[in-house]
């Protein structure tokens, strides 16, 4: 059974720092691209960084400089640190786990980040 559980998640003050983790289960982690995304309140979900299974990352412009994500393919693990926080990067952030060929996607269930002061 596959499972991405997301931890890390709260409320934080405008520049602040968060570390968000994703923990993987049930397919063979190494082999997928990992990607965080997140959904603000009546915005549609848009991808925040991706990192490949060689180590190769791509961000959204809205947070390269502030945002980390990293893998350990060890734990099964990906984790996304965050830091200068806005108000504006507040939203419900999901990880997920793809792979082209053959098309496959999974998702976590979410978990809530708010900045605010």
């Known amino acids: 059974q596959v499972q991405l559980v997301e931890s890390g998640g709260g409320l934080v003050q405008p520049g602040g720092s968060l570390k968000l983790s994703c923990a993987a289960s049930g397919f063979t982690f190494s082999t997928y691209a990992m990607s965080w995304y997140r959904q603000a309140p009546g915005k549609e979900r848009e991808l925040v960084a991706r990192?490949?299974?060689?180590?190769?990352?791509n961000y959204a412009d809205s947070v390269k400089g502030r945002f980390t994500i990293s893998r350990d393919n060890a734990k099964n693990t990906v984790a996304l640190q965050m830091n200068s926080l806005k108000p504006e990067d507040t939203a419900v952030y999901y990880c997920?786990?793809?792979?082209?060929?053959?098309?496959?996607?999974?998702w976590g269930q979410g978990t809530q980040v708010t900045v605010s002061s």
């Open positions: 997920n786990a793809a792979r082209l060929v053959p098309a496959i996607q999974y």
């Open positions: 990192i490949f299974s060689g180590g190769i990352t």
